[in-house]
């Protein structure tokens, strides 16, 4: 298997990890109508402020989002191609 197809892997299994992840982080159920209520994980990408006003996208956390699902993604295909082609020499 190709390194490309490796690293593949790796990368669909962190977006699908995260993705779940949060899914299940924004399903939660609200338990205050008029607090700060964050939403996104490891980082908050998005916030609902209640009555008041001023949610709206966190672009920091998106982009620390990605960042992590990037580098998770590496890790795991590393881990992958170790398992499949044995340890490097």
Do not use: E, H, T
């Given at each position: 298997m190709s390194?490309?197809?490796i690293y593949g892997i790796g990368l669909v299994t962190s977006l699908c990890v995260f993705g779940v992840a949060n899914l299940l982080h924004f399903l939660r159920p609200v338990t205050?109508?008029?607090c700060f209520f964050p939403y996104g994980?490891?980082?908050t990408f998005f916030r609902e402020e209640g009555f008041a006003?001023?949610?709206g996208l966190l672009w920091k956390g998106v982009a620390?989002?990605?960042v992590t699902m990037v580098s998770l993604g590496a890790i795991a295909g590393?881990?992958?191609r170790v398992f499949i082609k044995g340890r490097p020499k």
């Open positions: 390194q490309r197809k205050c109508y008029d994980l490891p980082f006003g001023g949610a620390l989002d990605f590393s881990l992958l």
